[in-house]
């Protein structure tokens, strides 16, 4: 694949946390144990936790082949979740989907991790790359939340993947996960601070409606 689809990546992309929202299929419980529990996962979803709660983490968390959401905005999938949260809201549903347009966009449209190997897609262009756990870093935010990226370098591969990519999916501890955002890019500390554009990412099986029904119950 042509450089320029890295040089893309770094003025786009890189994907995020986002520390917002509220966590889905909380279970309800009578007992006083698991009610608890729920609070304690509750509170780690919304960035609320202590450092003694972060775990290690492989990339066999986000193992599979997975589809950006960004064309989904575009093409109306997801304004019934725009509205949604508008519902909720001093900002309109056009305002959310321009913040969104900033968040999600990128050109990469498809990821495939496989074991330790990530391929990244535009279009009918690839590259592939080899990633091995470069440990995580804890971000503070401006709402008093925190967030953890989890950040694997580049050990071998083509020279147009990145050197780091860096995972945000409000879970600090071993979990198959269900979407993420991914930032990357070749300087490890100017990754960590991107918190504009994270491009988010869903099984690519899912169809814009799947997708659009999921974030509804979260």
């Known amino acids: 694949m042509h450089r320029k689809m890295f040089q893309t990546f770094g003025r786009l992309a890189a994907v995020a946390v986002l520390a917002i929202g509220a966590q889905a299929h909380v279970a309800h419980s009578a007992s006083d144990k698991s009610h608890s529990h729920d609070h304690k996962a509750d509170d780690i979803y919304r960035g609320y936790f202590d450092d003694a709660q972060i775990k290690e983490r492989t990339l066999a968390d986000w193992q599979g082949d997975w ?23 001093e900002k309109t549903a056009e305002e959310y989907r321009t913040y969104y347009e900033t968040g999600y966009r990128t050109d990469v449209d498809r990821i495939v991790i496989e074991g330790d190997d990530v391929t990244f897609h535009e279009g009918n262009e690839h590259v592939q790359a080899r990633y091995a756990s470069d440990g995580y870093e804890i971000l503070a935010y401006e709402k008093g939340n925190r967030g953890v990226r989890y950040i694997f370098s580049k050990v071998a591969g083509d020279a147009e993947a990145p050197e780091y ?43 814009g409606k799947e997708i659009a029904a999921d974030m509804l119950a979260h």
């Open 67 to 89: 589809q950006s959401i960004y064309a989904h905005l575009l093409d109306g999938a997801l304004d019934a979740v725009m509205a949604h949260k508008a519902e909720e809201s």
């Open 165 to 207: 990519i860096q995972f945000s999916d409000h879970h600090i501890a071993p979990e198959t996960v269900g979407h993420y955002h991914l930032y990357w890019g070749d300087d490890r500390a100017k990754v960590l601070t991107e918190l504009t554009n994270w491009p988010t990412y869903f099984p690519s099986g899912m169809t």
